[in-house]
């Protein structure tokens, strides 16, 4: 099972739709928890931290549930210019201070 | 201006000859890592420091070797580059704090190709 999974998609939504991306992740002592956005094989950026209190930004809101080890993003009235890929990141826990990227899901939001 | 630098961008190479990868930061961050990418497999680590002569292995260190004799630096050593270290490699650094690890800010990329 691999430590941080997420659904590769393609996600192909209509510009203006809202749209969920999910993360499970399997290290229950992970401590710190991102959303990185990454363009067609460009450098990682960060797009949000994510806290169990839930935080938004914006059209983007992020949520973790530890219970679960489960991390969510949603992006409402998607634009053109969101179309990436999304990626997971855990960092920390047993076994010492490995950031785990997840492989990343695809979005291309359409006009 | 804030920033991860890494040279070289992009590096053709043989087989079995040893390269380095420089990875520099401004930031005074503690934290340092390398990843390299790969099609359908996402961004694996490779390495990561936590500060100046500290370093450990990450999910995939068989090839390479760091070291971070400066806080700045932290270059990648290919000692006999093989054709399976063909990838896009990044290097990056954040702070840690008390709640752990900070934004990480990441370097423009190495593109390797070990014939």
């Known amino acids: 099972r691999k430590e941080v999974e997420q659904d590769p998609g393609p996600f192909n939504v209509p510009e203006g739709a809202t749209v969920a991306f999910n993360c499970t992740y399997s290290n229950s002592a992970s401590q710190s928890f991102f959303w990185y956005r990454q363009d067609c094989r460009k450098e990682p950026k960060l797009l949000m931290s994510v806290y169990s209190s839930g935080n938004e930004d914006g059209r983007f809101t992020a949520q973790l549930n530890r219970a679960s080890q489960y991390i969510s993003l949603l992006i409402r009235d998607s634009k053109l210019s969101d179309s990436a890929t999304y990626l997971c990141?855990?960092?920390?826990?047993?076994?010492?201070?490995?950031?785990?990227f997840g492989a990343g899901t695809r979005l291309f939001v359409k006009a | 201006e804030a920033q991860v630098t890494q040279n070289p961008r992009y590096l053709i190479t043989v087989t079995g000859k040893k390269l380095t990868v420089t990875c520099s930061q401004n930031m005074n961050h503690e934290y340092m890592s390398w990843y390299r990418q790969d099609p359908g497999l996402g961004l694996r680590q490779i390495y990561y420091s936590m500060n100046v002569e500290v370093t450990d292995k990450g999910d995939v260190p068989e090839g390479y070797k760091v070291s971070r004799k400066e806080k700045r630096n932290f270059p990648l050593i290919l000692e006999s580059p093989s054709p399976n270290q063909t990838s896009l490699y990044f290097c990056?650094?954040?702070?840690?704090?008390?709640?752990?690890?900070?934004?990480?800010?990441f370097g423009p990329g190495t593109r390797l190709l070990v014939l």
């Open positions: 990056a650094s954040s702070v840690i704090q008390g709640r752990g690890q900070e934004t990480q800010y």
């Open positions: 990141v855990v960092w920390g826990g047993t076994g010492g201070f490995k950031t785990i």
